[in-house]
Every structure is written in C-alpha cells, then in structure tokens.
C-alpha cells in the first residue's frame, strides 16, 4: 500500500492499479483554496499550472448532452476549453451517464511520449454562483483506463478545482488511451436535476 499526501483540504480513497500490478492507493484530493468564480476574463481562460490539455489534444466523447439553447451549447468539447463558463450538461440527472478523455499522440509530430500527473475537475455549472448551485454536481465516479478499471472517486461539492494524482502515467506514441468515468452518484442542483461539469485539464510533462 502507498501513501500519497497532496493536501489536507478533501480525502478520497482511489482503488488503482498501476501500469505494471494492481495496488491500493489511498490519495488526498488536492482543492485549491485560491481557485474563485471570477472576472469573465478570469475565468474564460482559466489553466491551472503544469497544464498540457492543448498539447496533448485529447478528445473528449460522451452520448449524451442537453439541446442547445439560445447561443450556449453543451457539447463535450466544452470540458476541455479552459473556459470555466462553457459546460459539459446532460439532457437527465446523468446517473450512470458515461464521458470519455480519448488521448492519442501518434499523429503528433511534436509529441513523442508524455507523462501525466494529475486530471483536473471543475465540477458544475461555473457560468455563474447561482447556475453553479441550480445545476447537479458530480458526487462520485469511476474511472478506467483502457478498460481496465483504476479509481473510484468521490468529489467534495465545491464550485473549486479538484485534481485525480495519476501517479506520473505516462503516455507513448504507439498507444491509444481511453480514459472513461461513469457518474455513480450526484449532488442534486437547487433548481434542475440536469448534471454540469465546466472543465476537465490535465498537467504533466511532455517529450
């Protein structure tokens, strides 16, 4: 078993395996005390540090999505913008409602290999306080790893970033990874079941 403390702000337990045995691995989730719903500049392009979201171009896939309205969209594309006022919204509560982070660096030809640290969560609706409290929030997911399953994690409900330790994964050139969480549980929004989640960014290292 190892032991991993990032942060004494929220704890979760993250059943893991690594990329050469299955293990253990107890985690603190790392919430940082300084993230806020900012200026529209601030929060249109807010990266945290380390990131490699934009280098990397991941896809991200779900099968489900609100319609469109007015001039916003839910897209899946959204959660991976940096702009903390686009979202990622279902059409239902999203209960065992599935999104995909798709990786795949062969095309890439400034890319050899990468090696990732940590996924980023922005949870909820972060267009505003108030869409952000109205809107469910994801309270607890799994996640897997080209199939293979790596984590169960439960978020705290907070409009501020949280971040999975993947314990320096690295990623190669030859190699397609599909990283899928399935929504298990939810924090219900004051006004609408729908469930939101504004932004997914990874950091690390590239080669």
Do not use: H
Not at 115 to 120: G, T, V
């Amino acid at each position: 078993m190892k032991r991993l403390l990032i942060s004494a702000f929220t704890a979760f337990t993250l059943f893991s395996y690594s990329q050469t045995e299955y293990e253990i691995i107890l985690f603190d989730a790392n919430v940082d005390p300084f993230d806020i719903i900012g200026s529209q500049e601030y929060e249109t392009y807010n990266r945290v540090g380390n990131d490699i979201t934009e280098k990397l171009a991941p896809e991200a896939v779900v099968k489900d999505k609100a319609e469109t309205n007015g001039i916003e969209t839910y897209e899946a594309k959204n959660l991976l913008d940096g702009n903390m006022q686009t979202c990622w919204l279902t059409s239902w509560d999203g209960k065992n409602e599935v999104f995909e982070i798709v990786i795949d660096i062969e095309e890439n030809p400034n890319i050899n290999s990468a090696q990732l640290i940590s996924f980023y969560f922005a949870n909820g609706n972060r267009k505003n306080m108030e869409s952000w409290m109205n809107y469910s929030r994801i309270k607890k997911m799994s996640m897997s790893i080209n199939e293979k399953p790596y984590a169960e994690i439960t978020l705290e409900d907070t409009y501020k970033t949280q971040s999975i330790d993947m314990d320096k994964f690295k990623i190669e050139k030859s190699k397609r990874y599909r990283f899928r969480f399935r929504i298990l549980e939810i924090y219900k929004g004051k006004k609408f079941d729908q469930l939101a989640l504004s932004d997914v960014q990874i950091t690390g290292k590239v080669k």
